[in-house]
């Protein structure tokens, strides 16, 4: 009898014995199917920080079916350094973070993520965007984990799969480079993200302001309404003559965003100083000899900068036609620094008064830095002395 019952447990135990390596034998690991990327930039598969939400598309199959995979895992990374790693949970359909300090770096928009089950195959839509202090990069590997209720697993590397670009460059251009103390300047440009040549520039809301800063990072004027990333801003030359270079600071509105000033492109504007001339003191006991001086003030660097031509032209105010034209009173090339030309008059009386005679100088000044592909400004003064009846009338007109 007993050796009956022996019989029986050894037939039952084999039996289940069987039957469990038959069911070990039919199962099989979840596996990664595919990724793509949906939705992006151009170049192809470039992500933007704030730019937009960017989709990926993963697939996944399980042959006892898709309702067994338990979790999905997407991780963007760098080589062994990982850039940010996204969990979707599938019997509670969550999607999460999954530690690190990725998740202070992108954005995943757990609303619009989402995943649906057909058979076996197991689709999931991860929708997300890199933040301003994401790492700027191309060549962003994926890797993706996956694992069933019977803690099967499947993992895959996937490499190259998309560029993020989270620098920003900007253009800058004065509308001019040369002219008087305070002058009107206008700064102008456009803001783009790096590698684009400003064909992809950040949303409207993005931007709090930009300021355009002198060499002493004074703020010399400030723009809030930048519109598909293009500011403008008019301000003042400076009040002494000098030359002075210029560059942009930009202030965003997101926090991940670190505000700072853009070391280039710089542009420069040189301010010149002209005074004078001045005439006699006491018109009503004129000199024999009135003596008109005038001072130019001019900013450069370097001796070819600038280049003073002065001509003195006698004016015969009773027939209104010039006399003479006596041209070559001086040709100088200038650096920076202030210049002085004396022009001497002979007064010449009738009865102890001065004739309806006068002179005017006419001087030339041609600004433009040599070493730079600008085409030189011309700046002309017209200096008019008119001497009437024993007073002094002076004309100072500045030509552009």
Not at 131 to 143: G, I, K, M, P, Q
Not at 217 to 224: E, I
Not at 351 to 356: A, K, R, S
């Given at each position: 009898m007993r050796t009956i019952k022996v019989l029986i447990f050894l037939a039952v135990f084999l039996f289940a014995m069987k039957f469990l390596v038959i069911r070990v034998q039919c199962q099989t690991p979840p596996e990664n199917i595919s990724i793509s990327c949906t939705v992006y930039d151009n170049p192809a598969y470039t992500f933007y920080a704030q730019n937009q939400w960017y989709e990926i598309e993963t697939v996944h199959e399980d042959a006892e079916g898709a309702s067994t995979i338990e979790t999905v895992s997407i991780t963007f990374k760098q080589g062994a350094s990982v850039r940010v790693n996204f969990l979707y949970d599938n019997p509670t359909d969550m999607f999460s973070f999954v530690g690190g300090a990725g998740r202070w770096e992108w954005d995943l928009d757990t609303d619009a993520c989402s995943a649906s089950e057909a058979l076996d195959v197991l689709t999931v839509t991860w929708v997300f965007k890199?933040?301003?202090?994401?790492?700027?990069?191309?060549?962003?590997?994926?890797?993706?984990e996956i694992e069933d209720n019977d803690t099967l697993t499947d993992s895959d590397t996937y490499n190259n799969c998309f560029d993020v670009v989270t620098n920003l460059k900007t253009s800058f251009s004065l509308d001019h480079h040369t002219g008087t103390v305070n002058e009107q300047v206008t700064a102008s440009g456009v803001i783009y993200y790096d590698k684009t040549g400003q064909s992809y520039y950040p949303p409207d809301n993005e931007f709090t302001s930009v300021s355009v800063y002198d060499s002493l990072?004074?703020?010399?004027?400030?723009?809030?309404?930048?519109?598909?990333?293009?500011?403008?801003?008019t301000f003042n030359a400076p009040s002494t003559a000098r030359n002075e270079t210029y560059n942009l600071y930009i202030n965003m509105n997101d926090t991940s965003y670190t505000d700072g000033e853009e070391a280039s492109p710089t542009d420069w504007f040189a301010s010149e100083d002209i005074t004078g001339p001045?005439?006699?003191t006491d018109p009503s006991q004129p000199p024999s000899t009135s003596v008109v001086h005038f001072k130019v003030t001019v900013a450069g660097s370097a001796a070819e900068d600038c280049n003073i031509k002065i001509y003195e032209k006698v004016y015969d105010m009773y027939q209104g036609t010039v006399q003479t034209d006596a041209q070559g009173?001086?040709?100088m090339s200038l650096a920076y620094g202030e210049y002085r030309y004396d022009a001497q008059y002979q007064g010449m009386t009738e009865?102890?008064?001065?004739?309806?005679n006068g002179a005017y100088l006419l001087i030339e000044i041609q600004f433009g830095k040599a070493?730079?592909?600008?085409?030189?400004?011309?700046?002309k003064l017209l200096i008019g002395i008119s001497i009437v009846a024993a007073a002094v009338y002076v004309i100072f007109k500045i030509k552009k």
């Open positions: 890199p933040r301003w202090n994401a790492t700027d990069e191309d060549d962003v590997d994926v890797l993706l990072n004074t703020v010399k004027g400030t723009d809030t309404t930048i519109l598909n990333g293009v500011w403008n801003i001045v005439g006699p009173k001086a040709n009865n102890g008064t001065f004739l309806h070493r730079l592909p600008l085409s030189p400004n011309l700046t």
